[in-house]
C-alpha cells in the first residue's frame, strides 16, 4: 500500500528526531573522562598532601625520640668512662701504658742517635753522593731518545740501584744496632701488657653495677628511636608513591582534556 501524501512530513519529521537523538549522546563520553579525569587528578592531589603531613609528623617524632635518647646515651658514656678509669687504675693499666710510652721514647732516642752515626760515616756520606750523581744521571738517560731501549733499560736499573743504596745502607745498620734492636724488644714486651690487661679491664668496666644501670636505660630508650625511623622512611616511600601517581594522573588529565577539546569528525 502507497503512503498517503499527507503522511509524508511526519515521517519525515520522526525521521529527523530519531536521527538527532541518536546522534546527541556522542559528546558525552568525552565530558565524562575529563569529569573523571579531574576527580583522580584532585585525589592524586589531596594523597600527596596527605603524604607529606605524614611525613613531617613522623620526622617531628623521630626528633622527639633521639632528643629523650640523647642523655640515655650520654649517660652511658659517662659511666663506662668512669668504670675504666676505676678499673684501669686497679688493674694496672695505666702504670703500663706509662711505661710503654716512656721505653718507645727511648727506643726512639736510640733510633735518631744511630742514625745521626750511620750518616756520619765515610762509608755513608760515599753512597749519597753516587746516589745524587746517579739520580742526575737517570734523569738524563730518561731523557736521552738516541739510547736503545735494552740500554736505557740497564742504566736505569744500575742507576736505581746506586739511588737505592743509602737508604739500604742505613736500614742494615739499624737492623743490626744491638742498643736499637733491645730497646724495640722492651717497647714490644711493654705493648703486649697493655694488650693483656685491655680487655680485663673492658670486661670489669661493663660488669659495673653503674655501667649495667645505664646500658639498660639506654636500651629501653632505644626501641622508640627504631620505631621512628622505621616510620619515617614508611612515610618517605608514600610520598614517593603518591608523587608517581600525581605525575600520572596529570597525565591523564592533560591527555582528557586534549581528546575533549578535538572536534568531532562530520
Request: proline residues 4%.
Amino acid at each position: 500500500m502507497k503512503t498517503p501524501l499527507r503522511f509524508l512530513p511526519l515521517a519525515l519529521v520522526a525521521c529527523a528526531a530519531l536521527t538527532l537523538s541518536s546522534a546527541a549522546p556522542a559528546a558525552q563520553p568525552k565530558a565524562g573522562n575529563l569529569a573523571k579525569a579531574d576527580a583522580e587528578l584532585a585525589a592524586a592531589k589531596k594523597q600527596v598532601t596527605e603524604a607529606q603531613h605524614k611525613l613531617t609528623d613522623s620526622q617531628k617524632d623521630l626528633q622527639k625520640a633521639e632528643a629523650a635518647h640523647a642523655p640515655a646515651v650520654a649517660k652511658l658514656q659517662r659511666e663506662r668512662q668512669k668504670a675504666m678509669q676505676e678499673h684501669g687504675g686497679k688493674l694496672g693499666l695505666f702504670q703500663a701504658i706509662g711505661e710503654r710510652d716512656a721505653l718507645h721514647r727511648q727506643t726512639s732516642a736510640i733510633f735518631d742517635s744511630t742514625v745521626t752515626a750511620i750518616k756520619a760515616t765515610g762509608e755513608y756520606k760515599a753512597a749519597a753522593e753516587a746516589a745524587a750523581k746517579a739520580s742526575d744521571r737517570l734523569k738524563e738517560v730518561r731523557e736521552d731518545a738516541s739510547l736503545a731501549d735494552a740500554k736505557k733499560a740497564q742504566l736505569t736499573s744500575e742507576l736505581s740501584a746506586t739511588i737505592r743504596r743509602p737508604a739500604e745502607l742505613e736500614r742494615a745498620r739499624l737492623d743490626a744496632d744491638p742498643k736499637l734492636l733491645e730497646a724495640r724488644q722492651r717497647e714490644a714486651e711493654a705493648a703486649k701488657k697493655v694488650a693483656a690487661i685491655q680487655p680485663q679491664v673492658t670486661k670489669a668496666a661493663e660488669s659495673d653495677p653503674d655501667v649495667i644501670a645505664a646500658v639498660k636505660h639506654e636500651r629501653e630508650a632505644a626501641p622508640r628511636i627504631t620505631k621512628a625511623r622505621e616510620d619515617v622512611a614508611h612515610a618517605q616511600k608514600e610520598l614517593a608513591t603518591a608523587h608517581a601517581t600525581l605525575a600520572r594522573e596529570t597525565k591523564q588529565r592533560a591527555d582528557a582534556q586534549q581528546k575533549s577539546a578535538k572536534k568531532p569528525k562530520k
